[in-house]
Structure formats: C-alpha cells, structure tokens
Nanobody
C-alpha cells in the first residue's frame, strides 16, 4: 500500500502562510483523487480539500475556501496545500489521504485505512 508522508507544518502568526507537502512512497498517486484532512485537539478529523487525478476538479471545505489552495504534481508523487490568511482555528495536525469519491464533494471519506504521521500547524493569535 502507498505510504504517505506529510511535511511543512510549523508555528505561524494569524494571517501568515504555510505550504504543506504530502509525498507518496511505495506507489503512485496518479490514479487517486487526493485530499487533505485535519484534526484539532479534542475534535474529530475533518475534511479540508481535494482534487481529482488531473487537478481539473477541486473541492474545499467552507471553512477554508478562498484561503487554501490544493495542488498536485503526479510526476513527483506529491500533493500540496498552500495555506494563506491562517487563523487560530486552523491549528491542527494535517494529513493527506486518497478519497473514496471524486473531488466533487460527493464522498469525502478517506480511502486508505492507515494514516501518515501528519504535520502540525499551529497558528498563534
């Protein structure tokens, strides 16, 4: 099974930016709709964004629309999440995974049963 490794998190002030990366090992991401999820302390993991195999269809959770941008480079087996105008409520561990559905919002459930270690994003007020 594909192993996913996230990186790029850190501590930023409100209004700052970060760019997260998710690299696949042991396989390719080419055939999957890929997404980002996040889990804040004491909360359930939630969906953030997704894009389809060729990047032509993109979907965002309402909470990040207009601030976050998801992209991918299939040749590098990497998915990115550019996060701008960060808010304290964006503080969470961020994970990537494939989606069961497409990037049309029809099914935002994760496909792979195992998760990477995630990358911590902390936004100070």
């Amino acid at each position: 099974q594909v192993q996913l490794v996230e990186s790029g998190g850190g501590l930023v002030q409100t209004g700052g930016s970060l760019r997260l990366s998710c690299v696949a090992f042991g396989g390719t991401l080419t055939f999957y709709t890929m997404g980002w999820f996040r889990q804040a302390p004491g909360k359930e993991r939630e969906y953030v964004a997704a894009l389809n195999r060729n990047g032509g269809t993109i979907d965002y959770a309402d909470s990040v629309k207009g601030r976050f941008t998801i992209s991918r480079d299939n040749a590098k087996k990497t998915v990115y999440l550019q996060m701008n105008s960060l808010k304290p409520e964006d503080t969470a561990v961020y994970y990537c995974n494939a989606l069961r559905g497409g990037a049309d919002g029809s099914n935002r459930s994760p496909l792979f049963g195992s998760w990477g270690q995630g990358t911590q994003v902390t936004v100070s007020s």
